[in-house]
Structure formats: C-alpha cells, structure tokens
C-alpha cells in the first residue's frame, strides 16, 4: 500500500483521476440537500428584521396592557408598522402580529425550527414553552416577510 498523499504529481494526479472515473452518480439524498442549502442563501436578504423595542425584564414599565397578569415576560419587536409582541407564560408563549393579516409564525433556535403556527385573524398566536438559549421568530404572510432579532427566552 502506497503512502496517502503520493509524493509525486504524477502519482497523485493518477489517483485523482481513477477516483473521478469511479464516483458514480450523485446521491438524490446529496442533491436534495445541495439545493436546499442554496434556497436559504437570500433568505435573510428577503426578511426585514425587527429590533427588540421593549423588553419587561430590562425595562421598569410596560409599553402597554399585557394579556395577563403577573410576572410573564414581555417584549415587543418593531421593523417598520410591522409589531411583533411576544408574551413568555408558565405554559409557553402568546403573541400577537399586527398589522394582522393571517400568515403563520415559526420559531427557530440555532440547531433549526422548533414550532411553527398560523396566526388568526386578529394576529393572536400561541406557541409552546421555547428550549433554552437564543430564539428568533419569523413571520409571513401575504403583505410581509420579517425575522426578529434573536433573544435569549428562558
């Protein structure tokens, strides 16, 4: 057996070749995958991001009437009229999008999406409890496209 690399060109340029003759089709699993990468390269370009405007941990009064009472967490995220509020309760998380328009809001952390929901027709959403560390909502429907910035929940 021969030393990997070959220590000549020629030897090395020999192997190369014998391996390019022998590869043999792409996997479909390869190509599924190669193309969905490439899909997500202008995706971030396509959504506007919403800046966290108020949060009730770091500010000492509310910006405005919460869903419940208590200690929930809230905050609120702005890009534009577009307004993201997010409501942190005991038993996972309420939201609301306005301008309402339908459209479905999907949560992510840095492994990938963990839930995904529709928004009704008044904007109201409701999400189970986020895993821990750095979230990022995404929201679409028929009028817009935003992302919010990335937060820490829980």
């Not at 014998?18 to 997500?40: I, K, N, Q, T």
């Not at 770091?58 to 208590?70: I, M, N, Y």
């Not at 997010?86 to 999008?97: F, H, N």
């Amino acid at each position: 057996m021969e030393p990997w690399p070959p220590a000549a060109d020629d030897a090395l340029l020999a192997e190369l070749r014998a391996a390019l003759r022998d590869s043999g089709p792409v996997p479909e699993e390869f190509l599924a995958a190669a193309l969905a990468a490439f899909s997500w390269r202008t995706v971030d370009a396509e959504l506007a991001l919403a800046e966290l405007t108020f949060d009730s941990v770091c500010d000492p009064e509310p910006a405005g009437p919460t869903r419940s009472a208590g200690s929930a967490r809230t905050l609120t995220f702005r890009t534009g009229v577009v307004v993201v509020e997010i409501e942190l309760t005991p038993t996972g998380i309420v939201g609301q999008l306005s301008p309402a328009r339908g459209g479905r809001v999907a949560a992510r952390t840095a492994v990938g999406p963990y839930e995904e929901v529709p928004v009704d027709a008044v904007g109201y959403f409701s999400m189970g409890m986020p895993p821990a560390g750095p979230v990022q909502f995404c929201a679409r429907t028929a009028g817009y496209a935003v992302a919010t910035a990335w937060v820490t929940l829980r």
